[in-house]
């Protein structure tokens, strides 16, 4: 855990999406546990019906900027959004951004459609994420024909086509792909997938982005590893790309749940972590 001037934490959410709890409890928790700095990124509104993103998008913009002047002199509190890149549904961010004045963005992929087509509703998307795995393997079964390298190479091409068309502020855990993976269709370090996160992350390096190391799926017991994998942490060195701890607390007791991550990226070195958005 870092010095207490230095908790924070950017990946935020509440119950305004799939969190379990209210904004302000998640600024008490912080604030009594030496949190010195607190950014909101409830996932983004998305064009059909579904269970984890923001519908009151104003109230959430609201309540966040009236915690933030009432905390203002306890704890630094920032507005953002986790945007859900969607090719054909949520590509470009900028009319949610002007819309709440965002102080910082997350760029994330969570949701994949089969490439060249125009997604109509969630059943036309493989969701990658959840608590479930079953759900991952009929997705890729159902859209990719069970063809784990096209569906994994439309995750990182989609991560690649989000970052240059919206440059976000934070990368959001760039190789969740792996998560119910469970090393069961491909292995990390296999060529042909190395090739592919390298190629997002040499990216995030060119347009000077912001990379999360995220705690969640090894706390919530659904992956052994950081997002990204130290593999892939160790290979970022080369870049100097600025990272950032984030534990996507999803309930109060989520933001201390850094892991070891901090300690781990000082005993390699790492030569840029950061612990506020700049």
């Known amino acids: 855990m870092p010095a207490l001037q230095q908790m924070t934490n950017y990946h935020t959410h509440s119950t305004y999406c799939d969190g379990k709890a209210s904004p302000r409890e998640m600024v008490d928790f912080a604030v009594a546990h030496g949190f010195t700095a607190l950014g909101f990124s409830g996932h983004s509104p998305l064009p059909f019906e579904n269970t984890y993103s923001i519908t009151d998008y104003d109230g ?7 915690l933030q002047k009432e905390y203002q002199d306890r704890i630094a509190i920032s507005l953002g959004l986790e945007f859900d890149y969607v090719p054909g549904m949520l590509e ?13 963005t997350i760029g994330s992929v969570h949701l994949i459609p089969v490439p060249g087509t125009t997604p109509r509703d969630g059943n036309d998307l493989w969701m990658i994420d959840g608590p479930h795995y079953e759900r991952y393997d009929e997705g890729l079964n159902r859209l990719f024909g069970g063809d784990i390298r096209a569906g994994v190479r439309a995750y990182f091409h989609q991560q690649n086509a989000m970052l240059e068309r919206n440059r976000p502020t ?23 997938y190395e090739e592919l996160a390298l190629e997002t992350l ?3 390096h060119e347009l000077d982005i912001i990379v999360e190391v995220n705690t969640r799926g090894i706390y919530k017991g659904r992956h052994p590893d950081y997002y990204p994998s130290r593999r892939l942490i160790k290979a970022m060195q080369q870049w100097r790309i600025p990272v950032i701890v984030s534990t996507d607390a999803h309930a109060p007791e989520d933001l201390l749940r850094t892991e070891g991550a901090y300690e781990y990226l000082a005993a390699i070195h790492y030569p840029e972590v950061l612990y506020t958005i700049r």
């Open 202 to 204: 040499a990216l995030a």
């Open 92 to 104: 470009d961010f900028s009319p949610l951004i002007e819309q709440g004045h965002l102080d910082y």
């Open 170 to 192: 934070i990368l959001g855990h760039p190789d969740k792909i792996a998560m119910h993976n469970r090393s069961r269709y491909f292995k990390e370090d296999e060529p042909w």
């Open 60 to 66: 959430y913009c609201r309540e966040v900027r009236a």
